[in-house]
């Protein structure tokens, strides 16, 4: 069973986040698998190819509004109560 990391931002990717990504980076270079969660975007601010590959490895919580999320948890707590 690999293990999995999840890292957890406000806002992923960000301009002035290269560090976060080097350590990532790193981090699965070391064969670990590294989930990326942010609650925000940061889409229109970026223009280097590194940060708009990150932008497709990250999810969103926010992406869907309030009601999405709300959607997730219940449908987690409810088909998996035990992880939960």
């Given at each position: 069973m690999a293990l999995k990391i999840a890292y957890l931002i406000n806002q992923y990717p960000?301009?002035?986040h290269s560090f976060i990504r080097r350590e990532i980076l790193a981090l699965e270079a070391c064969?670990?698998?590294i989930l990326r969660f942010a609650?925000?975007?940061c889409a229109e601010e970026l223009v280097d190819?590194?940060?708009q590959q990150e932008l497709n490895k990250t999810r969103f919580l926010l992406e869907g509004g309030a009601i999405a999320l709300l959607q997730s948890l219940l449908t987690v707590m409810f088909r998996r109560p035990d992880r939960f």
């Open positions: 960000k301009v002035s064969g670990l698998t609650v925000r975007s190819e590194a940060d």
